[in-house]
């Protein structure tokens, strides 16, 4: 098993550029996740996907959208980059919502200039 | 805000010490969990307790939960070089159902 899966590993976008990240798991999860790492601040949940059909916003979701194409795919998608996404970008899955651990994939660093 | 907050925020210890980490939480959660993160890497899940739960072991990990100060910490024994990592609270809100909350970290260096 791969298990979480993450496109591309590293990035550099200019201002008002656009851009999908794309995450793909392979252990049947019902739940899929997008957080953001920045210095210091620990994880920010950007959207998630309770389950195959639902997605709902987290906590830093301006300036994003995403897809849960399916169950395996959960896609995020910067329509207009700001410097302000320079960031890691992290996508998690797991099993159910909520009780259950999460798997994180490597990562995305993007770089917006 | 962050839900969890960790204390301290780093610590360098000599190897073959302990390691103690500490995470404070604001709201009623259902579980708490601990993830590792090396450096430029995705984080690993190392340990979940429930919060009817009060101290749980795997390996040279030791957690314990304090529902009524809203408190956990992680211990790490005979620590090794491996060990350099930071480490992460995860807490499940009851408020929240579908998401967990993670806190800013720690940064634990193992000095050989």
């Known amino acids: 098993n791969a298990g979480v899966t993450q496109t591309p590993k590293f990035q550099v976008l200019k201002t008002g550029q656009s851009m999908t990240l794309q995450c793909a798991q392979d252990?049947?999860?019902?739940?899929m996740y997008w957080y953001r790492q920045d210095p210091g601040m620990g994880l920010r949940l950007i959207y998630y996907s309770a389950s195959e059909g639902t997605t709902d916003k987290g906590e830093v979701p301006n300036g994003y959208n995403v897809s849960r194409l399916n169950k395996r795919e959960f896609s995020l998608r910067l329509e207009s980059a700001a410097p302000s996404q320079t960031s890691v970008y992290f996508c998690?899955?797991?099993?159910?919502?909520?009780?259950?651990?999460?798997?994180f994939g490597p990562g995305t660093r993007l770089t917006v200039t | 805000s962050q839900q969890g907050e960790e204390d301290p925020q780093a610590l360098s210890i000599q190897e073959g010490e302990n390691a103690t980490m500490n995470c404070s939480y604001k709201t009623s959660i259902n579980n708490l969990q601990w993830y590792r993160q090396n450096s430029g890497r995705g984080l690993v899940h190392l340990i979940l307790i429930r919060s009817n739960e009060r101290e749980k072991h795997s390996g040279r990990l030791r957690v314990t939960l304090d529902t009524s100060k809203k408190s956990s910490s992680l211990l790490i024994t005979a620590s090794r070089a491996a060990d350099t990592a930071s480490y992460f609270c995860a807490t499940d809100p009851r408020s929240s159902a579908s998401k967990i909350i993670f806190g800013s970290g720690t940064r634990l260096s193992i000095r050989p």
């Open positions: 998690a899955s797991t099993l159910d919502r909520g009780t259950y651990e999460q798997y």
């Open positions: 252990m049947n999860h019902n739940s």
